[in-house]
């Protein structure tokens, strides 16, 4: 499938790029990242580790004395496939140009085996979760190593389509999901996987990925239209609500139209990737845009939210 951003009045055949979903989060006084932290990762790091800290004493304290709250990047992302070295590379280089925090990942075709093929010095800790038998579907979280994330438990199914990380980040609890859902029973998919997340969730959530469906078909697509039921749409979107989950680009564009999805089949743009945080930080929301992806086969969208008091629950 071929993915595609535009903003309202320039449809047109470029060929749309992959979907990205980029979430940049100010957490003052919550997430704290060190302004001049560099941490140096050893050339023999594993999947789900972070190198230790080999600055000392020293740097700690001045890391901590310089501390500021810096942006929290988040992106989500379809990368329809990364066993090609060059789009790995494509990936990793944008992620470190975005100074991106935390990726969700979906559809990366990488068996267990090779996810490590998606880690280098500044993104060290990832998890994923991969098809049992076929290099298909597939999603991953990478996190920055400056992040200093101290994992507790993680929750992923055995087909690649999601993965659930949770644990702290300057003493606050997070849950960070990546979801991808299947091309048919999307609605069924989603509700099942949603109620999970909701017992495994503890802290503040961030939930990305790509749902295959419009949420609000007249205004996430360029026709009007979904071939998905109305009323399957509407159970997932009262699951949505029930679990307090906004959607975030649509939070802070209430009236607007963009797309990220081309379906030739269809004829048809929508934007079917999203990132949703709970209601709660719906308030500190500062800024979203999507933006497109050259390396890729979705384009991006670029949020800027600001959660600067948003506190773990």
Known sequence: MKRKTHEIGTL????????TTTLVLTLSGGLALPSNSVTQAPTNYTTHERPPDHGGRRRRARDAENTTTAPF????????????PEKRSHLLQDLKHRRVSIALLQETHLREADTHRIQ???YTTTYHSSHQTTRKAGVSILLSTNLQFTHSETLKDTDGRYIFVKGTIAQRTYTFAS????????????RRTLLKLATFTEGILILGGDLNLPLDPIADTSTGHSTIAQTAIRRLRRTLHDLRLVDTWRALHPDSRNYIHYSTLHKRYSRIDYIFIQQEGLTHLQKADIKPTPWADHNRNLYTPRLSHLQAH
């Open 73 to 84: 990047h988040i992106i989500t992302q379809n990368c329809r496939g990364l066993n090609a």
């Open 179 to 190: 979801v991808y859902a299947p091309n048919t029973n999307q609605v069924k998919f989603l």
């Open 120 to 122: 280098n010095k500044h």
């Open 12 to 19: 047109g055949p470029t060929p749309p790029p992959e979907h």
